[in-house]
C-alpha cells in the first residue's frame, strides 16, 4: 500500500470521517511511553519513547552509532543517512522510536509519519529513495523488538515500511505480534538485493562456471580489445575522505548530467536531492565511511559508483554512466574495478543494494529480499487506503487537465 500525501490529505480539515471502531480509541496519547520486564529473568525494565525533534534525534548520535555497530547495521538505518534525509527532504513529523534497558539503548526504529486525516502513516526516513531499511536491535535484546512494535502501535498509526530488509532484526516479533492481535499484519517481496562475498583479488565471481559468468567475461573482453585496438584505457580514481570527495565531484556530476539527459531517472546532484546528497557523502566521506569511485576513458569521466563503506562490506548506492561510451562497457568495467578494490581493502562482501536488473545479478552470488509490510488497526488501515485512491484519482485528474491544456 502507498499513502501519497498532498495538501488535501493533511491534518484532516472538515466533517470527521473516522469510524466508530477507530474513533472510540482516538483519545490514546500519540506518543506513551510504555515498559515492559523481562520474562523470566532479573533484567532490568524495557522502556518505549519517542522523538519528534531534530535536535533531541541530534544529541542521540553518539548511542545511535553504538547500536548500529553493536548489530553491524546497514548504512539506511544510521544517523548520518537517515538525518541528512530528515533534514534536507522530510515532511510530516519525525518519530524516532527507542527503547532503553537499565538507561542502554537497546533498540530503534528510524521513521518519519504524515498526517491522513485522523490518522498517521509511519514510514522510514528516507522512504522513497531505494532505502533498503531495518530496525536497530543489540544483539542479546530480542525481546526489546516487541516492546518497539508495541509502542509503535497507536491505533491511530499505521505503518507502512516500503523496502524493508527481510533479514532485520526483529522482524519475527512484528510478525508474532503477541499484543498486537487488534491489528492486520501484511507482508509481500517488494525487491531484491544482489550480494557477492569476496576475497583475494575479489575477482573470483569471474572464474565462476556457467553461461552467466561466461558471458560478463566475454563482455569485459570485447571491452578491453576495443579499448587496447584504440589505444584507449580504462582508469579509475577512488575518492574515500573529504577532499579526495571534492576533487571528483566534478567528474561525478559531469556524468550524472549527460546519464540524466539521456535517460531521467532520479538525479541526485540536482534538486531537490543535491543538498541531502552532498550532506550525505561530505559527512560520511571524512569519516571513510563511503567512497566515490570514478571510471575514466582516457582521462575523460565515462562511469561512477557511490558506496557505502563498513568495516566488511562495501554497499552499492549510486552509479550512472556516459551513454556515449555504452559499446564499452564502462558500468561492467568499473564494476570489475570496485570489485578488486573491495578486495584490497580488506572488505569481504559487495552489496549492490537495490534492483535484481540482469547487470547486477552477472556479478552476483546470492540475493536477499526487501518486504512491503503494513501493519495497523483495520480501521486505520481502510481510512489510509482510502486516501490513496483519492491521491491516486486526482493525480489521474491533473495529468487528464495537462494533456487538454497542452
Given amino acids: 500500500m502507498t499513502v501519497e500525501h498532498d495538501e488535501s490529505t493533511q491534518g484532516g480539515a472538515g466533517p470527521s470521517t473516522t469510524p466508530p471502531d477507530l474513533e472510540a480509541t482516538l483519545h490514546t496519547t500519540h506518543s506513551t511511553p510504555v515498559s515492559a520486564a523481562t520474562a523470566g529473568g532479573p533484567r532490568a525494565e524495557l522502556a518505549y519513547s519517542e522523538i519528534s525533534d531534530a535536535a533531541q534525534a541530534r544529541a542521540l548520535i553518539s548511542e545511535w552509532v553504538d547500536l548500529a555497530d553493536s548489530c553491524a547495521a546497514g548504512p539506511f538505518a544510521r544517523h548520518d543517512y537517515a538525518l541528512s534525509w530528515w533534514a534536507h527532504l522530510g515532511k510530516g513529523r519525525l518519530l524516532i522510536a527507542v527503547v532503553r534497558r537499565g538507561g542502554e539503548l537497546v533498540a530503534l526504529a528510524p521513521l518519519h509519519e504524515r498526517r491522513v486525516g485522523p490518522i498517521w502513516v509511519a514510514r522510514w526516513l528516507g522512504h522513497g529513495l531505494g532505502t533498503v531499511a531495518e530496525i536497530l536491535l543489540r544483539p542479546d535484546h530480542e525481546d526489546a523488538a516487541t516492546t518497539l512494535w508495541v509502542g509503535l502501535s497507536s491505533r491511530r498509526r499505521v505503518l507502512e515500511l516500503v523496502e524493508t530488509n527481510a533479514q532485520s532484526p526483529g522482524l519475527s516479533a512484528l510478525r508474532a505480534r503477541g499484543s498486537l492481535r487488534d491489528k492486520r499484519y501484511d507482508e509481500t517481496v517488494r525487491d531484491l538485493c544482489p550480494t557477492t562475498p569476496i576475497s583475494g583479488d575479489g575477482l573470483d565471481v569471474l572464474r565462476r ?8 567475461r566475454r ?20 575518492a574515500d575522505d573529504r577532499e579526495s570527495f571534492e576533487r571528483l565531484l566534478p567528474d561525478m556530476r559531469a556524468v550524472f548530467n549527460v546519464a540524466e539527459e539521456d535517460f531521467p531517472r532520479q538525479h541526485f546532484l540536482r534538486e531537490p536531492y543535491e543538498a541531502f546528497t552532498l550532506d550525505l557523502l561530505r559527512g560520511t566521506a571524512a569519516k571513510g565511511e563511503s567512497a566515490v569511485i570514478v571510471g575514466y576513458i582516457d582521462e575523460v ?5 557511490v558506496a557505502f563503506l563498513s568495516a566488511t562490506t562495501v554497499s552499492l548506492w549510486l552509479s550512472r554512466f556516459d551513454p556515449e561510451a555504452a559499446t564499452l562497457s564502462p558500468g561492467h568495467l568499473l564494476t570489475r574495478a570496485v570489485f578488486s578494490w573491495s578486495a584490497e581493502s580488506g572488505r569481504e562482501l559487495v552489496d549492490q543494494l537495490l534492483g535484481a536488473s540482469k547487470a547486477k545479478m552477472q556479478w552476483a552470488t546470492d540475493t536477499y529480499e526487501t518486504l512491503e509490510i503494513t501493519c495497523g488497526h483495520p480501521a486505520a488501515l481502510r481510512i489510509a487506503s482510502g486516501a490513496v485512491r483519492a491521491a491516486e484519482v486526482a493525480k489521474a485528474g491533473k495529468v487528464r487537465l495537462g494533456r487538454r491544456e497542452g
Fill in 219 to 238: 563482455t569485459l573482453s570485447v571491452a578491453d580489445r576495443a579499448l587496447a585496438a584504440e589505444g584507449s584505457a580504462f582508469t579509475t580514481r577512488v
Fill in 301 to 305: 569521466p565515462v562511469s561512477f559508483n
Fill in 209 to 216: 562456471s556457467g553461461s552467466t559468468p561466461r558471458r560478463l
